[in-house]
């Protein structure tokens, strides 16, 4: 039986790239959610709303 051995160094390295690509694709997916529901889920006007212009004559 073979019993694999990780130093103190190279398992806290391990564990950081762990925690850095599970944040990374969190923020990955909150920013292309984000993107898609302003997009797409944008709330369009009433058509009894009042739309204001600011047109300077």
């Known amino acids: 039986m073979m019993i694999a051995y990780i ?3 190279a398992g806290a390295m391990l564990l950081q790239w762990i925690i850095a690509g ?3 694709v969190g923020l ?5 959610i984000a993107g898609f529901m302003r997009k797409h889920l ?3 006007p009433d058509d009894g709303e ?6 300077k004559d």
């Open 42 to 44: 944008r709330r369009k």
């Open 22 to 24: 599970m944040i990374g």
């Open 28 to 32: 990955f997916f909150r920013t292309t």
């Open 7 to 9: 130093d103190p160094g």
């Open 50 to 55: 009042v739309q204001e212009h600011n047109d």
